[in-house]
């Protein structure tokens, strides 16, 4: 085919689109060494539910091991000694994206002239976005912790990027399998610390079409080369006598 005939064929066009409120809420900017000292503040505060749970905790062995191994009832056995309770700290932590998102929903629900939630609120939410974690887990918790700080405009949720390999210091830290995400509610005990060094370095989100007033609409074009239509061919049905 000559190239300008396919030029032709091949037409311009103009292609728009919007842009997704999300995309224009920016994470807190916080530098490596900031992130590094957090980090280590907050395993150094995880570290003895992670010593209770290596001591008194066994692992889950799975319901078929359960049934095949039936120890029959001793008369004479040895009263079995309860271990003490977990560190008070495991009461306000929320472990993973599920529960932590829960959290903060709840928070969000809540309208800054009520009164405050039953639930203890979340004053930290950590995350180890920097561990190869694709963006459509985490792309939510910029807008939900800013809407969760305006029920307690005093107590901002803090969003904390955790440096990379964070994830597998928190893991040890709690002696659990994985630990991607973690919120941190007020009243923690052993906590003041680590808020007060958030509050100093954690700056807040910004959230601009939420911020109020008229927000322009932001319309993106990009020009593009609209691929030439095939014609349809009509097919013949040859196993029709003609005539």
Not at 6 to 30: A, G, M, R
Not at 80 to 97: A, H, K, M, V, W
Not at 105 to 133: G, H, I, W, Y
Request: aromatic share 4%; proline share 9%; hydrophobic share 35%.
């Amino acid at each position: 085919m000559d190239k300008s005939i396919k030029d032709q064929e091949q037409k311009k066009k103009i292609v728009f689109s919007l842009d997704s409120p999300s995309s224009i809420v920016e994470w807190p900017n916080i530098n490596i060494a900031d992130q590094d000292t957090a980090l280590d503040l907050l395993c150094s505060l995880l570290a003895p539910i992670g010593q209770h749970r290596n001591i008194y905790t066994q692992p889950l062995k799975g319901k078929r091991s359960r049934k095949r191994k039936r120890v029959p009832p001793i008369d004479n056995a040895i009263p079995i000694i309860q271990p003490p309770s977990p560190p008070e700290l495991n009461l306000f932590l929320t472990i993973g994206l599920n529960s932590t998102t829960r959290h903060l929903e709840s928070m969000a629900a809540v309208l800054p002239a009520e009164n405050t939630p039953s639930k203890p609120r979340l004053l930290a939410v950590f995350v180890c976005r920097s561990d190869s974690q694709p963006s459509q887990l985490h792309s939510h918790l910029p807008v939900l912790c800013n809407i969760a700080s305006r029920s307690s405009p005093e107590h901002i949720v803090r969003l904390v990027q955790l440096p990379r390999g964070a994830e597998a210091r928190l893991t040890a830290s709690l002696a659990i399998p994985r630990v991607g995400f973690l919120g941190l509610m007020e009243g923690a005990p052993g906590s003041t610390s680590l808020l007060h060094f958030l509050e100093e370095k954690v700056p807040g989100i910004n959230v601009p079409w939420l911020e109020g007033g008229y927000q322009s609409t932001a319309i993106r074009a990009m020009k593009t080369i609209a691929s030439p239509t095939k014609k349809k061919i009509e097919r013949v049905d040859r196993t029709k006598k003609v005539g």
